[in-house]
């Protein structure tokens, strides 16, 4: 948002005196009302108050909408502080502040309300350089169990009438929701079950001994591929919650059946999380899967159906797996998360199993399963058995953080970037050709530009120390696009017109995402197109391989596009260069 007393705002808002008045100690005020000169502009409209002379705040009262703030549901922000005069400072402080809000969508609407009260300032503090850390925030942890007269002698304005039955009827709901005789009858309601779980999954909950059962039905996990033909997975779950800190486990089992190809794939897992402090979160699995020669799923089940049924053009590669697998990670310091698993894994090409479109076309066929070689039938790879060893850390410089009793939330510091670093060994194959030793590093921030909007870049690099003939599945691969859809919403993470494994490399690699989003900063300001409230967007990315020609992308396009609260879509124009060869695409994305 663009403060009303900002460096520039004279930019974005004219100014009318509305009014004066004195305080009791003689002070005068001027009542100023806010004029935006583009509404739909990051703006308040409303009031301030400001202190003659003195130039200080010594109140708001703003209101703020959703399309000022850049969420569609939200109707209204209304904002209004206090400020008092402390003489022996001779400083304004805000003492109180109140933010209502009203927001809704599909019918559903809602309110509520947040307000603080400052006091005990100190004006003169003793601070050095070791005064501060990333802690932002942090609550005794005793803090939610205070009686009333504790809050009472601290609460620097008495609650109304209203507000302490409130608290009463609140802390009786409470005190019965946790009873087994409540959460019995909850549950006995919920877990009832009905005809419309055949299709979403059925869930058994017992809230009172904090464990629940599931089971995950195989309707909305139909999809189609040409090596298992019509395929879905059902699946069936069991967690435990062992106490309010965030230890917890769980553990299921998923099938999953092709038709064509008439195999079952069955995978078994458990998870285990210790806290909510450093989050330790260990995972042990394994089974018979089929998986994407790109790990990354550069295209999901969902879409490479609606390609292939429809289109008749079969982007996703699969092969098989059968493995174990343990993975482990935890936050061993503020801001650096390591990362670490190892995996046994017997590799099998897969081939396909059926030719099944609904539109047949005469100009366009299935290609075979074969990355490399879309034209060739014939194995993909030599099947093998091979360990992966993959250690690592992840980064975030300067994080910020709240401290709750039994929690840790990370906010993260748009100061600076998240970085990812990782080093990846393969090994005991049977082939020393096929080992392979791969470190790679990944670097990627989004920076606030206040109201020119927002920039994000997301840059990545990596090399094998030896370049040899190894599997395919194990080379560098890159997150490609050839539908009309941007399927990912982070547009930084891939590219949007690539061929899915023309660049895959097992050599040395960098590639570079950039892309502003100017938020309305320039649409805005063109009479008739700011009333449509769409905001401006280019991009460009780059990837430099090994041997090959360097590729690039350029994009413009529009963001926020629709109406009223429905602005869920994206377009873009594409302009990519491979190996010299231009090409322009269109590509929707959807904000779902």
């Known amino acids: 948002m663009i403060s009303p007393i900002a460096d520039g705002a004279f930019g974005y808002y004219k100014y009318a005196l509305e009014g004066t008045f004195y305080l009791e100690s003689g002070i005068l005020v001027n009542k100023i009302k806010l004029l935006p000169k583009r509404k739909n502009d990051r703006v308040f409209t409303g009031y301030i108050y400001v202190v003659e002379d003195a130039w200080a705040i010594y109140g708001t009262d703003l209101e703020v909408g959703g399309a000022q703030v850049g969420i569609p549901a939200v109707k209204k922000l209304h904002i209004k502080q206090n400020y008092n005069y402390v003489v022996s400072s001779e400083a304004w402080a805000i003492v109180t502040q109140t933010i209502d809000f009203e927001a809704g969508m599909l019918g559903f609407n809602f309110n509520g309300r ?3 009260a400052y006091s005990n300032y100190n004006f003169q503090p003793n601070f050095t350089e070791n005064s501060f850390d990333n802690e932002l925030l942090s609550f005794a942890k005793n803090a939610t169990k205070k009686d009333t007269t504790y809050w009472n002698a601290i609460r620097p304005v008495s609650l109304t009438t209203e507000e ?10 409470q005190t019965v929701r946790k009873s087994k005789k409540y959460l019995d009858s909850i549950d006995q309601k919920r877990n009832k079950f009905r005809i419309i779980d055949l299709i979403s999954g059925y869930d058994y909950d017992n809230s009172y001994e904090k464990w629940s059962f599931g089971v995950r039905s195989p309707v909305l996990k139909i999809n189609f591929n040409t090596v298992q033909g019509w395929n879905s997975t059902m699946g069936v779950n069991f967690t435990k919650r062992l106490n309010e800190t965030g230890k917890r486990f769980s553990t299921g089992i998923n099938v999953n059946y092709g038709i064509s190809d008439k195999r079952a794939r069955p995978e078994a897992y458990l998870n285990y999380k210790w806290n909510n402090i450093s989050y330790p979160y260990l995972r042990i699995s394994g089974g018979v899967a089929t998986s994407q020669f790109n790990a990354n799923n550069p295209i999901s089940p969902f879409w490479n159906t609606i390609s292939s049924v429809l289109f008749e053009r079969n982007y996703m590669k699969i092969y098989e797996k059968a493995y174990a697998k343990a993975s482990y990670s935890q936050e061993v310091t503020n801001g650096i998360r390591l990362f670490s698993s190892f995996e046994f894994a017997d590799r099998k090409p897969l081939f396909n199993t059926t030719d099944y479109v609904m539109f047949p076309q ?5 290609t075979s399963n074969n990355p490399q070689e879309p034209g060739n039938f014939t194995s993909a790879f030599t099947p093998h058995q091979i360990f992966s060893l993959n250690i690592g850390a992840y980064i975030r410089f300067g994080q910020k953080y709240l401290s709750y009793p039994n929690q840790k939330i990370t906010v993260g510091n748009k100061k600076y970037p998240t970085m990812q670093i990782g080093y990846r060994k393969n090994f005991g194959s049977g082939e020393h050709a096929w080992d392979s030793d791969f470190v790679y590093a990944r ?3 989004n920076i606030a530009l206040g109201s020119a909007g927002n920039f994000k870049y997301n840059l990545g690099g990596g090399i094998f120390l030896e370049e040899k003939d190894i599997p395919f599945i194990d080379y560098a691969h890159f997150n490609g696009n050839r539908l009309l859809i941007a399927t990912d919403n982070n547009y930084t993470r891939g590219f949007l017109a690539l061929p899915y494994y023309a660049l895959s490399t097992n050599d040395k690699y960098g590639e570079i995402h950039a892309e502003q989003n100017f938020k309305g900063a320039l649409w805005s300001k063109i009479p008739l197109l700011n009333k449509l409230n769409f905001h401006l967007v280019t991009g460009a990315k780059g990837l430099f391989t090994g041997g090959n020609k360097p590729y690039s992308e350029f994009s413009v396009g529009l963001d926020n596009v629709g109406f009223g609260k429905w602005r869920v879509l994206r377009i873009d124009f594409v302009q990519s260069s491979l190996n ?13």
Do not use: H, M, T, W
């Open 114 to 116: 947040f307000s603080a």
């Open 443 to 445: 670097a990627y921030q």
């Open 362 to 366: 005469e100009d366009v066929q299935y």
């Open 580 to 592: 010299g060869k231009k090409e322009n695409r269109i590509v929707f994305g959807l904000k779902l």
């Open 164 to 173: 302490v039955s409130d608290y009463r009827l609140k802390d009786s709901i």
